[in-house]
C-alpha cells in the first residue's frame, strides 16, 4: 500500500471475487503483480488503478485498468516480445512471464490502451460454470 500512497493512486476493487478458477495460484499472483507494477510505473502525478473480476461463460476475467500514459500504439506489438521495454529500470521480462504462465494455465491475456489515457490488461483463466 505505500507504493499506492507515494505515488498518489487510489486503488478501486470491484466485481465478484468469489469464483471458482482453475490455476496455479502462484501463477495467477505473479501475472497480477505484473499487471498492477505496470500500471503503477504508468501512473505520473496521481491516478486510479482498478481492478475488477467477473465471470465470462466459462473464464474468469482478471482486469486490471489504470488512468496512466498508455502505451503507444507503436508499441502494442512488442510487449510480449523478451527484452522489450520502455522503462528505464526492468528488462523487459514481466510480460513475456506473464502470457506464458497465462497460457501454461490454459488462459489468455488481453491488453488495450490508448496512449494519454490508459491501459486494460485482462487476464481470461478457466473457471467452474455458475
Do not use: C, W
Not at 50 to 59: L, P, R
Amino acid at each position: 500500500m505505500p507504493m499506492f500512497i507515494r505515488n498518489n493512486i487510489n486503488l478501486i476493487q470491484s466485481g465478484d471475487f468469489s469464483i471458482m478458477m482453475y490455476a496455479d495460484i502462484g501463477h495467477v499472483h505473479q501475472i497480477m503483480t505484473n499487471f498492477i507494477l505496470n500500471s503503477i510505473d504508468a501512473i505520473e502525478g496521481g491516478g486510479d488503478i482498478t481492478i475488477h473480476v467477473e465471470q465470462k461463460a466459462n473464464m474468469a476475467v482478471f482486469t486490471v485498468s489504470d488512468t496512466g500514459k498508455g502505451i503507444k500504439p507503436e508499441h502494442m506489438n512488442s510487449i510480449t516480445t523478451p527484452f522489450f521495454t520502455t522503462k528505464t529500470t526492468g528488462v523487459g521480462l514481466g510480460l513475456p512471464i506473464a502470457f506464458q504462465l497465462a497460457d501454461l494455465n490454459a488462459g489468455h491475456i488481453k491488453y488495450e490502451s490508448k496512449e494519454g489515457e490508459g491501459t486494460f490488461a485482462s487476464l481470461y483463466l478457466p473457471a467452474e460454470k455458475y
